[in-house]
């Protein structure tokens, strides 16, 4: 078998009959002479294998699923522990990582391109030979809960959280990808070994290098360190994420105790491969990418009730969400939720156009640009593009495509997808801000802190 995707230094699409042994995949993607990157290698070597599974695919009631398998991988493996892994990579003056998160599962390395073998070494066994010991399951869990406890205190993560359910309720993409309280407990070692049996496989997998190898070298590593690997005689059912039956609402989740409030307006949105990406992008960029954004100018730079309110669109391989979000007093928070809602509105009826749309473009695309000025940047991209399975050849189009959105575009993106009916939540201190707020949203439902239950997808913990 050979990787589904592999890249190298500059790219462009191509593609060759697969090699001996290579049946499970047959496309390789070369990088020599594209117009995204010119600039002379570093002696670097960014290295990913991408899996196109991942919290989407966790088993019912057991959420966390995708994210345990994906952390395990680098601790310990049949032939090394965790520390013995951590000590390795750390004598070759590496980086390795691993992860399951929505839409995808990955592990990978940074190393000197002169390491690149017993570092691919390293990589190939993590990848394919994860032990999914009793002891580390133990620790991660204890390490999760921890982190758990703490971000169930902070209102903005807590409204993350919630926002997942609002949004997409009993869906695939609903549940928290990292877990809850309740369902990490319940992991066991037999469902981590079906998740990854399941799921990692060379048919469901995109292997991606970049920096200083050449196409020759790229074709050689992944068939020395990979090309054993088997994909499951089993078929791969494909997993189709739906927003389940979203109905717009206002949700308030009562801490009492919570120094600030998080404000957030959201809704169901497009999909990666949306034909209206690249205006989302823009409509985005205006509403609420940076300090000069739409939203910004008038919570914080305006009047003072933030210090930051931001928008993001969310998009995912089967659906995705926007959000425009901010902090503030609890006193203020039914303010905020008025004034997001009423930048919204404005979006559809005050053109983004002139200077201002020149900004916002310039905005994308010299973050994009950025983004491609280190190896693992630039293998980040062409992960993205693997996990959505979308051609190469985007990645060359993106700044004129964002460069060709009009105003017309913009307007047309706000009015279909932005405009209302949208879902607020609101968590901090409901007694600071419930009476005001039901003034402008009077089906507001509030949720105690205590009765709140991330695994149900009304949010309420049933008697």
């Known amino acids: 078998m050979l990787c589904a995707r592999t890249t190298l230094l500059r790219h462009w699409r191509c593609r060759y009959r697969p090699i001996t042994g290579c049946a499970a995949f047959g496309e390789f993607y070369s990088s020599e002479g594209s117009k995204a990157r010119k600039r002379p290698s570093l002696p670097l070597l960014a290295v990913e294998l991408i899996i196109r599974n991942g919290s989407e695919a966790d088993p019912n009631n057991l959420a966390g699923t995708a994210s345990f398998t994906g952390s395990l991988l680098t601790k310990g ?8 892994i951590a000590s390795a990579i750390e004598s070759l003056g590496g980086t390795i990582f691993s992860s399951g998160v929505s839409d995808n599962s ?11 073998e017993p570092a691919l070494t390293i990589l190939a066994d993590v990848a394919l030979h994860p032990a999914f010991k009793d002891e580390e399951i133990d620790r991660l869990k204890k390490q999760s809960l921890d982190g758990l406890r703490v971000a169930l205190q902070q ?3 807590v409204a993350s959280y919630v926002m997942g359910r609002v949004v997409y309720g009993d869906g695939e993409y609903g549940h928290a990808a990292g877990g ?18 399941t799921y990692y496989r060379p048919d469901n997998a995109a292997l991606i290098f970049s920096g200083n190898v050449t196409l020759e070298k790229g074709k050689e590593y992944a068939e020395k360190f990979f090309g054993n690997w088997k994909a499951n005689q ?17 949700v308030v989740v009562d801490m009492p105790e919570a120094g600030q409030a998080s404000v957030s ?25 940076g300090f000069a954004s739409r939203l910004n100018r008038e919570i914080r730079i305006k009047r003072g009730l933030s210090y930051g309110a931001r928008s993001s669109l969310d998009v995912r391989r089967d659906a995705g969400a926007f959000i425009a979000s901010a902090q503030t007093k609890n006193e203020s928070a039914a303010e905020v939720a008025s004034l997001l809602q009423t930048e919204l509105k404005r979006l559809e009826k005050d053109p983004v156009q002139g200077d201002e749309l020149k900004s916002r473009q310039a905005l994308l695309t010299g973050n994009y640009a950025r983004s491609l000025e280190t190896d693992l940047g630039f293998a980040s991209q062409i992960a993205g593009l693997a996990v959505f399975n979308l051609p190469l050849e985007i990645l060359d189009k993106f700044i004129p495509a964002i460069n060709a959105v009009t105003t017309k575009d913009v307007t047309a993106f706000a009015e279909k997808y932005l405009g209302p009916p949208s879902s607020l939540v609101i968590v901090g201190k409901a007694s600071a801000f419930v009476d ?14 205590s009765n709140l239950d ?7 913990k049933q008697k």
């Not at 809850?180 to 049996?197: G, H, M, N």
């Not at 005001?436 to 802190?449: A, E, H, R």
Request: aromatic share 6%.
């Open 77 to 84: 493996t049949e032939k090394m522990s965790a520390p013995e």
């Open 106 to 116: 990955n592990a990978g390395v940074l190393v000197m391109s002169s390491k690149a």
């Open 155 to 157: 209102p903005g993560s």
């Open 180 to 197: 809850t309280p309740e369902t990490l407990p319940a992991i066991q070692r037999a469902d981590i070994v079906k998740f990854y049996q």
């Open 234 to 250: 089993e078929a791969l059912h494909p997993i189709s994420a739906t927003t389940g039956n979203w109905k717009p609402e206002s």
């Open 265 to 289: 307006l959201t809704k169901p949105a497009i999909k990666r491969d949306s034909p209206d990406y690249y205006s989302g992008m823009v409509a985005n960029a205006a509403l609420g990418t």
């Open 436 to 449: 005001p707020l039901k003034k402008n949203f009077s089906q507001t439902k509030v949720i105690p802190q």
């Open 454 to 460: 991330l695994n149900r997808a009304d949010l309420v």
